[in-house]
């Protein structure tokens, strides 16, 4: 297409498909009784023009690895993707746009990923799906550094764009910031956002909360900034071979991210309702629709129409799609053929499969050596760095407190920006996130939602609270995004009680579909990196001590790591293999269970150590698995975690008793720590004889007296 607006051709078809999305718009939020109709109206020339002349998909699949992506990142405006999806000849009907936000629909409030076809990524919560769109760019450039690294711009079949639309909402979000300036950091010259500059969001005008120069604040980034105003004339006029013109500069732009700023009136031409915080967010009413398609020329007595020579005219994008897959094949199988054991690779990354003997590449580490578990964990990504090419990640400015750096491998990032202490290129390997958690967790779902790799992202474990709405959304989407949390008790010490994390594991762990995994030793931390590794379906944290801890004697009396990968198992059990008191522990209070076990078992109590990584793999396990563990007839119980207790009340049971930490931390080493706040083994001790009395287990837990 060409870059002269004079010659860019809009016909008359094109004219009344895009009516006719406005009117699919009301009408379907109107049969749902809520949603946004608004700005699926005002966007509907961008989304077609997107759709039919720029975006690379095939409808027929889409799933083909040579596709641009697109993110809605206004999720509130799924109308905008849904209508172009069913247009385009995806596999959604107009009686799927008819069931909008009805149960067992496809066609969700928002854009959920996995469950729609044609739908990339699960958007909604604002700025998300902006986070998204970077990762995507970022894991399309890594992608290419794998598997066609020599190949010239632009002729690669790893060559692609990523799409995106936002809202004001979007840019408003904090995540929005941390993203684009990471996005303009990074030169992603593959990434296109398209802002949809309406002025309206549910308070109406965003006068009353926003007045920044947005475009400026993007270039202050350093994107590719440009403006289309379909108001500059006093009257509206959507000057769609203004905005194609734009879509051709930004695609032709491959040094840096570009940013469309599109001026719209949000829910156009609606005669009472347009640019109101009213058409936002909720239905218009049958009188307001009535009068809209009255001044679209439809008839305002009909609702969901369709008519025929529109929908074969949209539907010609599949025949675009199949050709542009067609000649894609034709590269990707030349590619294949030049480099067998790149494609073999290739194949194997796409699946999902761990290379045959990776696990021979854990380390082992020996016993009696005290190692922390951040040590640990950074040890095994050193390792397994040269067979799990598809590994990659870095953390939020901590990268030697979190150990995230695999030794010996570059950084990805612009040759330009590369330092003394991290040397590397575009196509590297360590990602260095800055300051930015809330963004690396989207970033990396993006990242994961691309296919291709899979990454890791590090932080402090106080600080997975910036970054928890893109961890839920990744549980939400079933992404196998791995977060390397160190720091993740008041075992961090001296840096005090922001950075102490006491309520955070359990917090955690509410998150549905989210294993939190918290390592005894060093062996327990290799083989959860080894189960994380083998799971493909979810996203797992790693929480890491900063202290050193000793890596246990697995002689036979203590039990083999292994048992780490079931969540929980029996690491040393009673005398006689009959216990009265079982004793839980996870990470570094599991030591403490062990001295306590010594302690009760040597005045004439046996003791059960079982230790919990994962209490969410533990729950995955048969039931005769967890009654073996867990007894239900051994009612005295102790939980050990230096956190809150709150979920440990399910283990331990009505007759049971938690050492935790109900409160904030302090300053002080953390040796200091644990014994002011009486994370001890002797509070373990203590606890237990209680449990014991209240277990009801006969002269337990009482002691003796010499008599006279």
């Avoid at 303009?184 to 309206?200: T, V």
């Avoid at 953390?395 to 920006?417: H, V």
């Avoid at 709405?469 to 008790?489: E, F, G, I, K, N």
């Avoid at 005090?496 to 030793?521: C, F, K, N, S, Y």
């Amino acid at each position: 297409m060409s870059r002269d607006s004079s010659t860019f051709e809009w016909s008359d078809l094109d004219k009344r498909a895009v009516d006719v999305i406005r009117a699919l718009a009301m009408d379907a939020v109107e049969e749902a009784g809520s949603g946004h109709p608004g700005t699926a109206m005002s966007l509907a020339p961008a989304a077609y023009l997107l759709f039919q002349r720029f975006l690379r998909h095939d409808p027929t699949d889409p799933d083909w690895a040579g596709r641009d992506r697109f993110v809605l990142s206004c999720g509130h405006s799924s109308l905008t993707l849904y209508i172009q999806l069913y247009l385009s000849g995806y596999p959604l009907t107009l009686a799927d746009l008819k069931s909008l936000r009805k149960w067992g629909s496809l066609t969700p409030g928002h854009p959920e990923h996995g469950h729609t076809a044609g739908v990339e990524t699960t958007t909604g919560p604002l700025g998300q799906g902006i986070a998204n769109a970077v990762g995507m760019a970022m894991a399309a450039r890594r992608e290419r550094g794998l598997f066609d690294p020599d190949a010239p711009a632009g002729e690669s079949p790893f060559d692609h764009t990523i799409w995106a639309f936002a809202s004001d909402g979007d840019i408003e979000e904090g995540i929005s910031h941390e993203a684009s300036a990471l996005a303009a950091h990074q030169r992603l010259g593959n990434l296109i956002l398209l802002y949809d500059d309406n002025h309206i969001s549910i308070e109406d005008d965003t006068a009353i909360a926003l007045s920044e120069d947005v475009r400026a604040r993007y270039e202050a980034y350093g994107w590719d900034v440009h403006h289309v105003d379909w108001t500059v004339n006093g009257d509206y006029e959507e000057n769609v071979a203004a905005l194609a013109a734009a879509f051709e500069a930004a695609k032709a732009e491959t040094a840096r991210p570009s940013f469309i700023a599109l001026r719209t009136i949000i829910g156009w031409p609606a005669p009472n309702k347009k640019n109101t915080g009213k058409i936002h967010g909720s239905a218009m009413g049958a009188e307001e629709i009535a009068a809209t398609k009255r001044i679209l020329g439809l008839d305002p007595a009909e609702t969901f129409i369709v008519p025929d020579d529109v929908l074969a005219h949209a539907r010609e994008v599949c025949d675009r799609g199949r050709a542009l897959h067609a000649e894609w094949e034709k590269a990707f199988q030349a590619w294949r053929s030049a480099n067998p054991e790149r494609a073999a690779e290739f194949d194997r990354i796409s699946a999902r499969h761990l290379p045959a003997g990776w696990e021979e590449k854990l380390p082992e580490f020996p016993a009696g050596k005290e190692v922390a578990t951040r040590a640990a964990s950074g040890d095994v990504l050193t390792a397994l760095a040269p067979v799990l090419p598809e590994l990659w990640g870095g953390s939020a400015d901590l990268a030697e407190s979190n150990n995230t750096t695999m030794k010996g491998e570059p950084s990805f990032i612009p040759e330009e920006f590369q330092t003394k202490e991290f040397p590397g290129d575009r196509y590297g390997r360590t990602l260095h996130f800055g300051v930015r958690e809330h963004a690396m967790g989207a970033i990396c779902n993006g990242i994961a939602l691309h296919g291709g790799t899979r990454p890791y992202a590090g932080t402090f474990l106080i600080f997975s609270d910036y970054m928890r709405p893109a961890v839920r959304l990744a549980a939400l989407m079933r992404l196998p995004v791995t977060y390397v949390w160190t720091h993740d008790s008041i075992g961090l010490g001296e840096d005090g009680p922001t950075h102490q994390p006491v309520e955070h594991l359990w917090a955690l762990r509410a998150i549905p579909g989210l294993d939190v995994v918290r390592p005894a030793d060093a062996n327990e931390t290799a083989v959860a990196w080894r189960t994380v590794l083998e799971h493909t379906d979810r996203p797992a944290g790693l929480a890491l001590t900063r202290q050193k801890l000793p890596t246990l004697e697995r002689n036979g009396e203590i039990a083999s790591a292994e048992g780490a990968a079931k969540g929980g198992y029996v690491l040393a059990d009673a005398e006689g293999g009959q216990p009265e008191v079982i004793l839980i522990a996870t990470g570094s209070e599991v030591q403490l269970a062990l001295e306590a076990r010594d302690t009760l078992q040597s005045q004439g109590t046996p003791t059960r150590v079982v230790s919990m990584p994962c209490v969410e793999w533990f729950e995955e396990q048969p039931d005769a698995y967890k009654q073996q563990v867990l007894p239900p007839g051994v009612r005295a119980r102790v939980s050990v975690e230096a956190g809150v207790a709150l979920g440990w009340r399910t283990y331990v049971g009505d007759a049971g008793a938690s050492v935790s930490l109900e409160h904030f931390g302090a300053s002080a080493d953390y040796k200091t720590l644990f014994e002011q706040f009486g994370i001890t083994a002797e509070r373990v001790v203590a606890a237990a004889k209680a449990s014991l009395i209240k277990a009801g287990v006969r002269d337990a837990g009482r002691g003796s007296t010499t008599g006279n």
